[in-house]
């Protein structure tokens, strides 16, 4: 990609990688430019998503952002708190979290996931008003769905790194169910 290419993608909007009954949503912050270029969730290529998600135990295979349609054949889906592209979350306000939030309450109470994970505990926070919440299971549900802070995958994320990132996507998967691993042959 080129900058201008980049920058041309500036507030687009992704679509989601969803449909009713997941076992999780995965919910982003707001999509990279990379994202919004490609039409690609988790697209930067030093965004660790995908390594995570693999390592964790979600997929049989490390997929690749263009591969993301195959989540829904393991239950699991991607959405983004904020829907526009921006270069660093840091150019969201937090108005637009609130606003996001509601409007990812009430996504999650139309598809039903059983988990809502969002991937980045202060976009949690900020959207959700709960300040003090951690990396983890959340006493709360969202939409009728539990919820579980998962770090933020981004390359900008020193605290985590992929195989600490991949043991706390493993506690989710080990809360979420054995149905939810992949355990067989690829279908």
């Known amino acids: 990609m080129t900058p201008e290419e980049l920058q041309a993608a500036r507030d687009r909007t992704v679509p989601d990688v969803v449909a009713g009954g997941l076992r999780v949503l995965f919910c982003g912050i707001n999509p990279s430019l990379m994202t919004g270029a490609t039409g690609h ?84 926070r900020t959207a959700f008003g709960r300040r003090t919440a951690q990396i983890g299971p959340q006493e709360h549900t969202i939409g009728g769905a539990r919820v579980w802070a998962l770090p933020n995958p981004s390359g900008l994320n020193a605290h985590w790194n992929a195989q600490t990132m991949a043991e706390e996507y493993g506690r989710l998967l080990a809360r979420v169910g054995p149905d939810a691993a992949f355990t067989t042959e690829e279908p």
């Open 41 to 124: 969730h988790f697209a930067y290529p030093g965004n660790r998503f995908w390594p995570v998600l693999h390592r964790s135990g979600f997929t049989p295979r490390q997929l690749k952002p263009a591969e993301q349609a195959e989540l829904l054949r393991y239950g699991l889906g991607i959405t983004n708190v904020v829907a526009r592209a921006t270069a660093r979350a840091d150019e969201l306000s937090a108005e637009e979290f609130r606003e996001g939030g509601k409007i990812l309450a009430a996504k999650v109470e139309d598809l039903r996931p059983q988990w809502l994970a969002v991937v980045g505990v202060t976009a949690y």
